[in-house]
């Protein structure tokens, strides 16, 4: 079975007019027929939001409302992998708001923090090869240079997700940066292992 988990739709993280219309018609076709789907926010100032506003497309009851202390999902709540297993989730398709615009380094899964399913251990490797121009450059590269390399939520929750035994396919049409540009990740997304698809060409399985 597929879990829709959307991160970082709200408001202020998320401005894409265009990437919202697309984005909101998986949700509507996943409320449709009654699927798993999970909003999530890695923001700490909207911990206290009341959990219709964490989203554009305004959370109900049906709905799974979470909020992560880290921007890999899988990390930041507890028990979120071993819970979509006891529910039969094998597959998750992903997308939202993420930190970055530019191309993370090609071994993705190196940079991946999450936990594996069965150990609770990070997967192997994890930031051992991390790309990191400040490093590179004897810490000289700006913060700004820093961040830009960096993947951000739905990146690392993707990673994430591969680690801890998902099948994961992350929606290339829906996924921006917070100037609400199309992420330019989705080859190193799919050298890692993850699907890299258009929203309107995925149909969740039940």
Known sequence: MDALLL???DDASYPSDDAMETL???????RAVGGVL???STKADLADT???ELSIFVPDEEDLVLRSESPDVFEGIDDLAAGLHDLSVDRI????ADATSATPGADATSATPGADANTGEPGAGAGSDA????AEAGGDADASASSASTP???YASAMAGLVCNFDVVVLSDSTTDPDGKLVTWGDAAAG???????????WLRM
């Open 152 to 154: 951000g939520a739905v």
């Open 131 to 134: 790309t990191d121009p400040a």
């Open 7 to 9: 991160i970082d739709t």
């Open 93 to 96: 398709i992903i997308a939202g």
């Open 38 to 40: 999970i909003f999530a």
């Open 24 to 30: 909101g018609d998986i949700v509507t076709r996943t």
């Open 50 to 52: 009341p959990d219709e």
């Open 192 to 202: 890692a292992g993850a699907m890299v698809k258009k929203t309107a060409d995925t």
